[in-house]
């Protein structure tokens, strides 16, 4: 399925490595994304692709887009017209966020949106409801009615609280919880969504070294055990280059190097940007 090309358009001007997925044969991909804020262009004529089972790792420094980037992926955000999003072989360039998801295109945030007054489990619950609902918003009316979750769903959340060993927190209040915790509530919320691509937006940002290596145990369980796709937006360098299949590197909102992290990481445009030295 992966095409070993050179891109034909767009991705910004120095690509080198391998392997290149063309934006439509990929599981997610995009084609020609801009996104400008005003002045500022977030991303510059962006176009990846992503294969199916592929850990990829979009790495880069403050400021180089990734997050814009997942942003118009899962829907957040339009691409500036002429943009293009691919999901499993189709364009979904004009389905919202919630569409998307429930497509199987999973996201977790940087900044943890979860209920924190609530605890996991109606965490978890509320948003598995999305899945039947039209929208965040019905699924949080239709518990707030009180309805009772069916059986077979209520035993879907709890097949995924165990898997992410998260039992004995099961009636903790969200906000009660260390910090790792709560980024497994989040991916948790996720999972129930039933993703066949996960993004995660640092999920491991201000994680112990511990905690980092539950996260990882987790992911790779679910990308070789359950066939997840993973793009990850991911600051620690060490963790990026152990995990990931593939690294996408942003810089001023163009993508200027991608292939294995060997070669990403020897490349000299890319360690200039991290460190100052060719
Ligand atoms: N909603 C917005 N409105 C205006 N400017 C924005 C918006 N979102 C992002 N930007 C700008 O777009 C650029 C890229 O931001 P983005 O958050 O995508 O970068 P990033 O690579 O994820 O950075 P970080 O690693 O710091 O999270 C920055 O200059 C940022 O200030």
């Excluded at 392997?19 to 994304?33: E, F, H, I, T, W």
């Excluded at 919630?98 to 999973?106: Q, Y």
């Excluded at 097949?159 to 497994?184: A, C, M, N």
Aim: include cysteine; aromatic fraction near 6%; charged fraction near 30%.
């Amino acid at each position: 399925m992966s095409t070993q090309d050179t891109p034909k358009t767009g991705g910004g001007a120095g690509i080198r490595g391998g392997p290149y997925v063309s934006p439509d044969d990929a599981v997610l991909g995009c084609r020609n994304v801009t996104k400008t804020f005003g002045a500022i262009t977030a991303c510059d004529d962006i176009s990846i692709g992503i294969d199916e089972g592929e850990w990829v790792s979009i790495v880069g420094p403050n400021g180089a887009g990734k997050t814009t980037l997942l942003n118009v992926l899962n829907g957040f955000y339009d691409p500036d017209p002429g943009g293009e999003i691919f999901f499993e072989a189709e364009d979904v360039t004009a389905d919202r966020a919630f569409k998307r998801a429930r497509k199987g295109l999973g996201r977790t945030f940087q900044g943890l949106e979860l209920f924190e007054e609530e605890d996991v489990l109606e965490n978890v619950m509320t948003v598995q409801a999305v899945k039947e609902r039209p929208n965040l918003l019905s699924a949080l009316a239709f518990y707030g009615t009180g309805r009772k979750v069916e059986a077979q769903n209520m035993r879907r959340v709890e097949e995924i609280i165990d898997y992410l060993e998260l039992w004995e927190y099961r009636h903790s209040t969200v906000s009660s919880l260390p910090l790792g915790i709560q980024r497994r509530v989040d991916l948790a919320r996720t999972l129930a969504l039933d993703p066949d691509v996960l993004l995660l937006d640092e999920a491991m940002s201000g994680l112990t070294f511990d905690e980092k290596y539950d996260m990882v145990r987790f992911l790779a369980d679910l990308n070789e055990e359950e066939g997840l796709t993973l793009v990850m937006i991911e600051h620690d360098l060490e963790v990026v280059t152990d995990v990931s299949e593939r690294m996408i590197v942003l810089h001023k909102g163009g993508v200027i190097a991608r292939g294995p992290p060997d070669d990403v990481t020897s490349d000299p445009e890319v360690r200039n940007i991290y460190t100052g030295v060719d």
